[in-house]
Nanobody, 124 residues
């Protein structure tokens, strides 16, 4: 099991940027695929992006392609989400998650471990 703690959320104007971090502890971070999910008020949690254990593969939701970038530093047990050109519809609680990757579905839910989330609010 991996413990995950997100940080970096906040309030930003539309068009601005934020960088989220997710620090992992207690498990084998470098062998886990990592993902970011988000949940807006009144909506279901949705997949945003995932990165493979090595960082060599990524998978983005269409809604964030070209604006968000995921990366990881296995030496620091941390995964990052750089969010640029933010839109009001990006407002949500953002969650970091980890899973043991399995074959070609390495990025697909379900994920095993979750952080507590960090709020991102984009004002228009």
């Amino acid at each position: 099991q991996v413990q995950l703690v997100e940080s970096g959320g906040g309030l930003v104007q539309a068009g601005g940027s934020l960088r989220l971090s997710c620090a992992a502890s207690g498990g084998s971070f470098s062998s886990r695929a990592m993902g970011w999910f988000r949940q807006a008020p009144g909506k279901e949690r949705e997949f945003v992006v995932a990165i493979s254990w090595s960082g060599g593969s990524t998978y983005y939701a269409d809604s964030v392609k070209g604006r968000f970038t995921i990366s990881r530093d296995n030496g620091k047990n941390t995964v990052y989400l750089q969010m640029n050109s933010l839109k009001p519809e990006d407002t949500a609680v953002y969650y970091c998650a980890a899973k043991v990757p399995v074959g070609s579905s390495w990025y697909r839910p379900p994920y095993d471990d979750w952080g507590q989330g960090t709020q991102v609010t984009v004002s228009s």
